[in-house]
């Protein structure tokens, strides 16, 4: 059964960069998937980040994040990545890996069956 690990996460001044990481492990992803990213900070609901898809590395970003954070994907590794950069205090939050299979990507937390643990993200002086 494919497991989910994120790693990367940390503490950062605003304006910094981070990049997460979220390797699959156990097995071999299949031809079509998605991987999304997602956060919640304490209080507030899970939200979306991003996703793409392995059909032609389809991607998605929502607005808090466009323009400043880049999602990849590396299907050799079974891994996704993604570079944070020009980073504010309102986006400290544990942050998520979630995976479906199909290359339709999705921005409700709902529609990803596998999670990896999530790793935490502040942005502080």
């Known amino acids: 059964q494919l497991q989910f690990v994120e790693s990367g996460g940390g503490l950062v001044q605003p304006g910094g960069s981070l990049r997460l990481s979220c390797v699959a492990t156990?097995?071999?992803?299949?031809?079509?998937?998605?991987f999304g990213w997602f956060r919640q900070a304490p209080g507030k609901k899970r939200e979306v980040l991003s996703y793409?898809?392995?059909?032609?590395?389809?991607?998605y970003y929502a607005d808090s994040v466009k323009g400043r954070f880049t999602v990849t994907r590396d299907s050799a590794k079974n891994a996704q990545y993604l570079q944070m950069t020009s980073l504010k205090p309102e986006d400290t939050a544990l942050y998520y890996c979630a995976y479906k299979e199909g290359y339709i990507g999705s921005v409700y937390p709902g529609d990803y069956p596998s999670w990896g643990q999530g790793t935490q993200v502040t942005v502080s002086s």
């Open positions: 793409i898809s392995s059909l032609d590395d389809n991607t």
């Open positions: 156990g097995g071999t992803l299949p031809y079509y998937y998605t």
